[in-house]
């Protein structure tokens, strides 16, 4: 598929997800989004076979949600499976990618969306790239087919279920628990980190890029000093396969912050935290700017934006990192990124209250 | 004890890995460590780079049969902590492979095949207090890259004050606090077993929990 064609797809699907928010939301039938959700995941469920509905449909449990990962189809994860959860969109029809597509959008934002689309995008760019050099006996596979959509338990208003919808780069994990949708942790990525479609470029984690930058370009000569850490960080710390685990927090303390910088800090988190629909996006940047004062921001790499460098936050209900991949210092071409509440993953403190 | 033995196809070792998708000439190391009253964990996930991978493979393969066998695996593993020192408040503490996995040497082969290893030390029963962790990783220097990050326990027992690393995350010094073990958690423990004791001794004088309870409240 070339790159025209894939962006006429990917338009499509803008505009479709686009409509298919809107339809819902005149529907008015189902006024929050856990209803909203319900529905949409009994209207795609129903459009499945029973094998694909087995498949599609696995039971919730501790082992089934640690399932997804940063690593594309064909290599083991890190949790040991081998394939995601669900159904690929590469074996369903266009009706069910329709459907598949609807239920995604019924719980995220527009923005989010877009977001998701164009990382699942960046990543057809790359299969096109590296499709014609991969070794015959290569089992890697990239591209906009191969991420998968699976519904966790059964879909309900008022019990603990979930939906992933993950590939190369991305794994979005909501659980939704009652009227919360929580979207901790999940994963996203891009490689490329910057491409042109249709004349326009697109970066998935542009703005997240962008705003760091800025962030860590406001802050005086004593809070950066605090900020940058004494080494180099090439991956992630609690990247995929790492649930469970926590780490002390580094870094500058928000509780120095000038209001200006603050609310920088707030408009970088909510990068990740408006992934989700925009009242569970709005509860929970609620809850992190309760915490603000026990939040820490740290840095390694380059001042400039353009060149490489990795930042986390980390405060009580948030931890995010953003880390370029890649041996040459200033790679900026592929980008891991982690959303996780270490108190509060897939929604385990939510459901003990 | 390997996650994956697959079987391997003798003829992928002769083919190059693609360039682009993943790490390239370097051997990612990230470790981490954690401290707890009576041992000491270190997880090390290790990614090496296409570049880096066939020097690896051939490290771990070591018949060359391009299948890792488990024995192939554990001797990886305890060849990686000959490299890794440690040592506690100045005690150099030995440490036991406890697990290994390692993927598909096509996988590794591909850049994307990350090799996890858990080890664990026993510095003996730690007082309550400060403490430090000295962290040395000098596993194939020459082409890797290193993390290191303290963890911290679940339990809250376990505080980190400070870690310090050199530039490339190959050491670190970790000063950790260990709770007392008069800590809210360990007074509602003991608190705990008291109960059940006392309880038990009640019941053997044919007083019943409830009922020691109601006197317990002034009600009878």
Do not use: C
């Not at chain 1, 912050?257 to 408006?274: D, K, M, P, S, Y």
């Not at chain 1, 210092?329 to 993953?345: A, V």
Request: charged share 20%; aromatic share 6%; glycine share 8%.
């Amino acid at each position: 598929m070339n790159t025209r064609i894939a962006g006429l797809i990917f338009a499509a699907i803008l505009a479709f997800g686009t409509m298919g928010i809107s339809a819902i939301q005149r529907a008015g039938a189902a006024p929050d989004a856990t209803a909203r959700a319900v529905a949409a995941a009994e209207a795609f469920l129903a459009t499945l076979d029973a094998q694909q509905r087995a498949k599609a449909n696995p039971p919730l449990n501790g082992s089934t949600r640690t399932v997804w990962s940063n690593l594309p189809t064909g290599i083991e994860m890190q949790v040991g499976a081998k394939e995601r959860n669900g159904i690929k969109l590469a074996a369903v029809t266009p009706a069910q990618e329709k459907a598949a597509l609807a239920l995604l959008a019924s719980t995220l934002s527009r923005d989010g969306y877009d977001k998701v689309m164009a990382i699942v995008e960046a990543d057809q760019v790359l299969e096109e790239r590296m499709g014609p050099k991969r070794p015959a006996t290569s089992a890697i596979r990239f591209g906009r087919g191969e991420f998968y959509l699976s519904i966790l338990g059964k879909p309900s208003p008022t019990d603990k279920w979930m939906i992933q919808f993950g590939g190369h780069h991305l794994a979005i994990n909501i659980t939704l628990l009652g009227r919360q949708n929580l979207l901790a942790p999940t994963h996203t990525g891009a490689q490329p980190a910057s491409y042109t479609m249709a004349g326009r470029t697109i970066r998935p984690l542009g703005d997240e890029n962008d705003k760091a930058f800025a962030l860590i370009n406001s802050l005086n000569e004593q809070q950066r000093k605090q900020a940058i850490l004494s080494s180099d960080v090439r991956n992630l710390v609690l990247g995929p396969g790492t649930d469970g685990k926590t780490i002390a927090p580094e870094g500058v303390p928000a509780s120095t912050f000038t209001a200006a910088q603050r609310g920088a800090l707030v408009e970088l988190i909510r990068e990740w935290v408006g992934i989700l629909g925009d009242a569970a996006a709005a509860a929970k940047m609620t809850d992190i700017q309760n915490g603000m004062d026990r939040t820490t921001f740290a840095w390694a790499g380059e001042l400039e934006n353009g060149k490489g460098a990795y930042f986390r936050i980390h405060g009580p209900t948030v931890f995010i990192e953003y880390a370029p991949q890649g041996n040459a210092p200033g790679n900026t071409d592929h980008i891991h990124t982690i959303y996780r509440d270490l108190s509060n993953d897939y929604g385990d403190r939510s459901a003990t209250r | 004890m390997t996650r994956t033995v697959a079987t391997a196809i003798a003829l992928a070792l002769a083919i190059p890995a693609p360039a682009g998708a993943h790490r390239l000439d370097e051997y990612l190391q990230a470790a981490r460590v954690l401290l707890e009253r009576d041992r000491l964990l270190i997880e090390i996930d290790l990614t090496p780079g296409t570049s880096v991978a066939p020097a690896v493979i051939a490290a771990i393969d070591r018949d060359h049969d391009a299948a890792i066998s488990p024995a192939e695996a554990k001797a990886y593993g305890l060849e990686i902590l000959g490299d890794v020192t440690v040592a506690v408040d100045g005690r150099a503490t030995a440490l036991s492979l406890q697990r290994i996995e390692i993927p598909s040497p096509d996988e590794i082969r591909e850049g994307m095949g990350t090799i996890q290893l858990e080890a664990a030390g026993a510095p003996g029963a730690l007082a309550p207090g400060r403490h430090a962790v000295e962290f040395r990783n000098r596993h194939r220097e020459e082409s890797s890259v290193y993390l290191v990050n303290a963890l911290l326990s679940r339990d809250g027992v376990t505080t980190v004050l400070s870690q310090q690393r050199d530039s490339r995350q190959s050491s670190a010094h970790i000063e950790y606090e260990l709770a007392p073990t008069g800590s809210p958690i360990a007074w509602t423990s003991i608190a705990g077993i008291a109960f059940v004791a006392l309880a038990t001794f009640r019941r053997r004088l044919g007083v019943k929990p409830r009922a020691l309870a109601r006197e317990a409240a002034g009600v009878h």
